[in-house]
């Protein structure tokens, strides 16, 4: 990361020094956000193997139970599985989707992004009102369409999430790859003779890695929230494997009796969503060169 | 003007194509294709099936199809319901109006809500208030809409019982007032990330305008705070809002599926998940096309609107 932004004369210096990551350091909300989800994400690792309970042990003595009762410290669901165990075991499932569909989605994102931008024109032109086509869909329409087409699994629900969140990234690095086209670096590079691919991802496309790790980090968040909208109506995940949004899935109609089988997952939801919306304001402020001078 | 117009309507003529292939492209997707309703019925052989693909005219080219398709769905033949024979836009259009209520009235309240926060942030940058936003907004961003409809739910039905928990009107009454008291719950629920957005961007627009040449000549005249604020900045900072809520469209569709399932609600959304659940693909695909067609209709008119009011526009 300190390449992209090492200032010219700053000599060598280490990353942790950079300008950039010392404002994302002292951003309030960013170390809030990188804190939470650590905790979170450690809770998911770790947690399991220390709660005395399986997340598909069912005890049907145990239903219902508040949370603290006994060991249960989120309390069971109705077949008195343990509550704890079952959200930490989701949040794998749900961190995972999240984490690989913004890397799919980042990758076709940029791909097509990257060519629309370089080749511009004809070619650039029909990629990015494809980009528009895609996004006059309201994404829970398409994303529920497909999921129910195609057999869910945790890959196919990935892959569905990317095939619908691509489409910003695309915007992003179009405008900036474009921006750049015609500079003299590039003419170089192509006096050169260096193909069209070299120039595209090895001279155009690290310049744009600022704003694509931004908008990476928000599509984490926007993943996991879509992966919870999916899986709450019944198309994403399917149990017994527990995630975030199919633990809420039975919750409605046990909200008078068992309100907390609502509001526990919902709030690892909250947290993890939040956290990776408060890492990208962050970030979004720390590669802004232009921040300094406010 | 007329040239903006144009370039405008053919882009949007381009896009609605664009639609229509991706539409066109997720039904075939479908399991067994659009054949996949017949492939249940008890006894059915390869043979019948191959029949019905021919009749059906599912065994030509797929871009003889897709023009076939298109030619229909622009007549306004959109096929017919697989449960229960209706013509699936008359099923549509008869859920309209339930989204249309709900997508209207939260559009208001968020637009309300968050130009007043996005105003006053702007004017008090820095201050407690727009910090308090700024966080607020990215949580709203963050929080589940059915999950919030959940808790919603749980405190104003269950616990305090202020509030219906579900549906649009009680059967047997259907008065106004009993249609706003269950609208009120599902139209604040829509609305908590559409404040957070719009918040955000009134209170950049308004930082923009406010740094403008004119605003200094209209203080330097001598007027006053909250005349400068009302009759220059305002209106000024809302233009390019308009074309935000254009953008919003899609976002604010998808939130009203969401919303409509939690409170069970009688719009487009529940008709969705219905159809879903049924395996109802030609209203599924129905509402899929409608949703993006509405969704371009939306921005047409947005941008339509402020090359009507933005003289910039409309006098080049």
Redesign the interface.
């Known amino acids: 990361m300190s390449a992209i932004v090492s200032v010219p004369g700053s000599g060598k210096s280490h990353w942790w020094q950079s300008r950039t990551f010392r404002r994302f350091a002292r951003h309030r909300l960013a170390m809030i956000g990188l804190i939470m989800i650590t905790v979170l994400t450690l809770a998911c690792v770790i947690g399991p193997y220390l709660l005395p309970f399986d997340e598909l042990y069912i005890d049907l003595r145990a239903r219902f139970a508040p949370p603290l009762t006994g060991y249960h410290i989120f309390g069971t669901d109705p077949l008195g599985r343990d509550l704890a165990a079952r959200l930490f075991m989701a949040g794998r499932i749900s961190l995972l989707v999240g984490f690989f569909a913004m890397l799919l989605s980042t990758i076709i994102g940029t791909v097509i992004g990257v060519c629309a931008g370089y080749y511009g024109g004809r070619i650039g032109a029909a990629l990015m009102r494809f980009v528009d086509a895609f996004l006059s869909f309201p994404s829970i329409f398409l994303l529920l369409a497909l999921a129910a087409f195609i057999k869910p699994s945790p890959f196919m629900i990935t892959v569905i999430i990317a095939v619908t969140s691509w489409m910003e990234i695309a915007r992003i690095v179009e405008a900036e790859v474009r921006s750049l086209r015609e500079r003299d670096f590039v003419l170089a590079a192509r006096m050169l003779g260096l193909s069209n691919s070299w120039i595209m991802f090895r001279e155009l496309l690290p310049n744009a890695i600022g704003p694509i790790i931004v908008a990476a980090t928000l599509t984490v968040a926007r993943a996991i929230l879509l992966e919870a909208y999916v899986s709450f109506l019944g198309y994403g995940i399917q149990p017994p494997l527990p995630s975030w949004g199919n633990m809420l899935n039975g919750a409605q109609q046990y909200l008078d009796r068992a309100p907390w089988l609502a509001i526990v997952p919902g709030v690892a939801i909250t947290l993890a969503v939040t956290s990776f919306n408060f890492i990208g304001d962050g970030l979004r402020d720390a590669l802004d060169a232009r921040s300094d001078l406010n | 003007m007329l040239r903006y117009l144009l370039g405008r309507l053919w882009q949007s003529l381009?896009?609605l194509v664009?639609?229509s292939?991706?539409g066109f492209a997720?039904l075939n997707?479908?399991?067994g294709g659009p054949l996949s309703q017949y492939a249940l019925t008890p006894g059915m052989t390869q043979e019948t099936l191959d029949r019905i693909a021919e009749q059906m005219g599912l065994n030509r080219p797929l871009p003889i199809q897709y023009l076939d398709w298109l030619w229909h769905l622009l007549q306004g033949d959109w096929g017919r319901s697989y449960r229960d024979s209706q013509p699936v836009l008359g099923i549509i259009t008869g859920h309209l109006f339930a989204t249309l209520l709900l997508m209207g009235s939260s559009t208001v309240l968020s637009i309300a809500v968050g130009t007043w926060v996005g105003i006053k942030g702007a004017t008090k940058r820095y201050s407690i208030f727009d910090y308090s936003a700024t966080?607020g907004a990215?949580?709203a961003?963050?929080?589940?809409?059915?999950?919030f409809g959940?808790?919603a739910?749980?405190v104003f039905s269950?616990e305090l019982k202020w509030l219906p928990a579900g549906n649009m009107y009680t059967i047997g009454n259907g008065s106004i007032s009993d249609y706003a008291i269950h609208l009120i719950m599902p139209t604040v629920v829509l609305a908590l990330v559409n404040v957070a957005v719009w918040s955000r961007y009134m209170r950049t627009a308004t930082l923009d305008v406010i740094n403008q040449d004119f605003v200094r000549t209209a203080k330097a005249k001598g007027l006053s705070e909250r005349r400068v604020l009302m009759k220059h900045v305002i209106g000024n900072a809302l233009l390019p809002m308009i074309t935000l809520a254009g953008l919003q469209l899609?976002?604010i569709?998808?939130g009203a599926?969401?919303t409509e399932?939690?409170f069970t609600w009688p719009g487009m959304g529940r008709l969705?998940?219905d159809s879903?659940g049924y395996?109802d693909y030609p209203v599924?695909?129905g509402?899929?096309m409608f949703?993006?067609i509405l969704?371009?209709f939306g921005?047409l008119i947005a941008d339509l609107l402020v090359a009507f009011v933005d003289p910039r526009i409309r006098l080049s």
């Open positions: 381009i896009l664009l639609v292939m991706i997720v997707l479908a399991p966080v990215m949580v961003l963050s929080i589940p809409t059915f999950w959940l808790v739910i749980y269950l899609p976002t569709l998808g599926l969401v399932t939690v969705f998940l879903l395996n599924v695909m509402l899929l949703s993006a969704v371009l921005s």
